[in-house]
Every structure is written in structure tokens, then in C-alpha cells.
């Protein structure tokens, strides 16, 4: 499906910044795409759609690591279903023919980053180029099918997608701002996909916990994750994971070396500094977005995690917006 309806260039100072109008039966909105260096390209844009819309997408070959992020909007094919305020991770391989079916429940607002793989091992701090273990799954020979994840976006991801999205500079200031905004949300997407492929314990490290217990244990990590700003209790996520409470404690601790409180605590601290360094959100809205009410108590947590307050964190970091 090709949507041709106007073809503008947003950015005059950028022949590399083209932006599409769509509005007609099928779509209401924009897609912008930049490259923004060999290797690098970012992808952006809002549709509405009145009616389900379907793509057919033909078999073909990824080259490179891909993540499109949903801020808004929900799509499924034979692979995966991403909704909103969820990412979508690929890596190099086959890709077969699927049907791409997009639920219009709400607006289409995405987020997408295409990556070379040989730009991704300029990265790495090593002369051999050779990715960490916890990427390999990622990078498979071209005659594999690829991989194809799906994850729930941070609070910190979310925020970096809307200001890729809102980015008021031109020409060459917007594109340092929107590469290096385009590398942290990739980075911390990739940081993910190291602590899932590379933190795993065997049988043999964890000869007390059954592989189905770690997998429990990991899925109660999740969910932590998911419901940052409303945490279930202990006992309701040994419900939801399929253990008992005594199980879970002693095999989050084993797995992670830290409770399940500790581990939402630090969590929720690690995500409010992100957000408070990156966004223009307010101290009040960041506290209620990590799972704190009273903002007194989000601060004096803050104060003891990091040494100083919130607003302080907040007022030292330079705004990129």
C-alpha cells in the first residue's frame, strides 16, 4: 500500500527530510523520514484511519536492526501484535510474507529507527567490532528467518519518542538533536535486549529454581515493568505468574539478587532521572507516572537514592527542547 497524496519538504535546509501528506479515504495524516546519516535512518509519523486497514507485505530480507515504537495505535501480523505504548524489535534474516492488519481503535502515532549492522558494531568498544552476547540473537545469517520481538516501551522511551516527534530545530541542529535522540532510544531498546538474552541463569546456576520458575520469575518482572505506576501487590503478582508468594521471593532475590520491591523501587528511581533529565514533565507528574501519589514521599525516595531532589535533578540538566 502507497499513499502519494502530497510530498513536501519540512526541513529546507535538509534534502534528506521528506515529509508525506496523506488524506484521502484511507488515511488522514503525515510520515516523515529522515536519514540521518549512511546506515541511519528515522521514521515518524500520525494517521488516522477511519475503517481496519490491511497490508500485505511480501517476503524479503532485513539488513539491518529495526524498532518502531507505538505511541498511539495498534497493529498485528503472522509475527507479533504491538499496541500502543509498546516497541516492536527486529534483527537481520528472512522476513516472511505476512499480512500487516492495523486496529484504527485510535490514532497511529509510531516512532521507527532502521539501523545498518555494520553501523551498529562501529559502536562497540572493541577492534573486532564484536556485539555483546545478549545481541546475537538479533544478527542471524541472512539465510535465517529474522527475529521478531515485542516489548513494552519505559516511561524514558516514551518520552525520548515524543520529542523526536516534536522537534522544533532545522538543518543542522535538528539532525545532531534527532540522531542523538534517535541513538538513546535505540540504546536503551538494545540495553533490553542484553539484559534478556544475556542475564539468564541455567539449571546449573540456579540448580533450586525449574526452568519454568525463571520463566515465571522473568514474567514477573514484566509486569513490574508494565505497571510501574501502579505496582500490583506481592501477592497479586504471584497470582498473575503462577507462584506462590514464598516461591517468588526467594527466586526473584536468587535471579536478580534484589526483592520485588527493591527491584520496583530501583526501577522506578532509575526511570523518574531518566524523565526528569529528558522531558519537560513536571516533578508532580513524574512522581505519579513511577507509582507515587505524595509527592513528598517521591522526593525524599529520590533524595535517598541519588542524593539530591528531584527538582534539583530536574534544573541541572540542560534541555535538549
Known amino acids: 500500500m502507497e499513499l502519494t497524496d502530497s510530498l513536501i519538504r519540512p526541513d529546507p535546509e535538509d534534502a534528506?527530510?521528506?515529509?508525506?501528506?496523506?488524506?484521502?479515504?484511507?488515511?488522514?495524516?503525515?510520515?516523515?523520514?529522515?536519514?540521518?546519516?549512511?546506515?541511519?535512518?528515522?521514521?515518524?509519523?500520525?494517521l488516522r484511519m477511519p475503517d481496519r486497514a490491511q497490508e500485505k507485505c511480501p517476503e524479503g530480507l532485513s539488513n539491518g536492526i529495526g524498532l518502531h515504537l507505538h505511541l498511539s495505535g495498534e497493529h498485528q501480523d503472522s509475527y507479533r501484535a504491538i499496541e500502543a505504548r509498546q516497541y516492536g524489535i527486529?534483527?537481520?534474516?528472512?522476513?516472511?510474507?505476512?499480512?500487516?492488519?492495523?486496529?484504527?481503535?485510535?490514532?497511529?502515532?509510531?516512532?521507527?529507527?532502521?539501523?545498518?549492522?555494520?553501523?551498529?558494531?562501529?559502536?562497540?568498544?572493541?577492534?573486532?567490532?564484536?556485539?555483546?552476547?545478549?545481541l546475537h540473537?538479533?544478527?542471524?545469517?541472512?539465510?535465517?528467518?529474522?527475529?521478531?520481538?515485542?516489548r513494552v516501551a519505559t516511561p524514558t522511551m516514551l518520552a525520548i519518542a515524543r520529542q523526536i516527534m516534536q522537534c522544533p530545530r532545522q538543518g543542522l541542529a535538528k539532525r545532531m538533536v534527532l540522531e542523538s535522540k534517535t541513538l538513546e532510544l535505540l540504546g536503551?531498546?538494545?540495553?533490553?535486549?542484553?539484559?534478556?538474552?544475556?542475564?539468564?541463569?541455567?539449571?546449573k546456576q540456579l540448580p533450586d529454581l525449574k526452568p519454568d520458575t525463571v520463566e515465571c520469575i522473568y514474567a514477573a518482572r514484566e509486569i513490574l515493568r508494565q505497571r510501574l505506576d501502579n505496582p500490583p501487590s506481592l501477592t497479586e503478582l504471584a497470582r498473575l505468574v503462577g507462584l506462590n508468594e514464598c516461591?517468588?521471593?526467594?527466586?526473584?532475590?536468587?535471579?536478580?539478587?534484589?526483592?520485588?520491591?527493591?527491584?520496583?523501587?530501583?526501577?522506578?528511581?532509575?526511570?523518574?532521572?531518566n524523565?526528569?533529565?529528558?522531558?519537560?514533565?513536571?516533578?508532580?507528574?513524574?512522581?505519579?507516572?513511577?507509582?507515587?501519589?505524595?509527592?513528598?514521599?517521591?522526593?525524599?525516595?529520590?533524595?535517598?537514592?541519588?542524593?539530591?531532589?528531584?527538582?534539583?535533578?530536574?534544573?541541572?540538566?540542560?534541555?535538549?527542547?
Open 16 to 46: 534528506l527530510d521528506v515529509m508525506k501528506q496523506f488524506s484521502n479515504s484511507w488515511a488522514e495524516g503525515y510520515g516523515r523520514h529522515i536519514q540521518l546519516r549512511d546506515g541511519l535512518e528515522l521514521t515518524f509519523g500520525s
Open 90 to 134: 527486529d534483527g537481520t534474516g528472512v522476513v516472511r510474507e505476512t499480512t500487516m492488519d492495523y486496529l484504527n481503535r485510535q490514532p497511529f502515532v509510531e516512532v521507527s529507527i532502521w539501523m545498518r549492522v555494520d553501523v551498529l558494531r562501529s559502536f562497540v568498544g572493541r577492534a573486532d567490532g564484536e556485539l555483546p552476547v545478549g
Open 137 to 150: 540473537h538479533l544478527v542471524r545469517p541472512m539465510e535465517q528467518e529474522f527475529y521478531a520481538g515485542a
Open 188 to 203: 536503551l531498546a538494545l540495553e533490553e535486549e542484553i539484559i534478556r538474552h544475556d542475564d539468564r541463569y541455567d539449571g
Open 247 to 273: 516461591t517468588l521471593k526467594q527466586g526473584f532475590r536468587q535471579v536478580f539478587q534484589k526483592t520485588v520491591f527493591g527491584y520496583w523501587h530501583d526501577y522506578s528511581m532509575e526511570q523518574a532521572q
Open 275 to 321: 524523565l526528569l533529565q529528558t522531558g519537560d514533565l513536571k516533578v508532580e507528574e513524574v512522581a505519579r507516572m513511577v507509582g507515587y501519589r505524595d509527592r513528598t514521599a517521591f522526593t525524599k525516595a529520590f533524595r535517598r537514592k541519588f542524593g539530591i531532589s528531584p527538582r534539583d535533578c530536574k534544573s541541572a540538566t540542560q534541555q535538549y527542547f
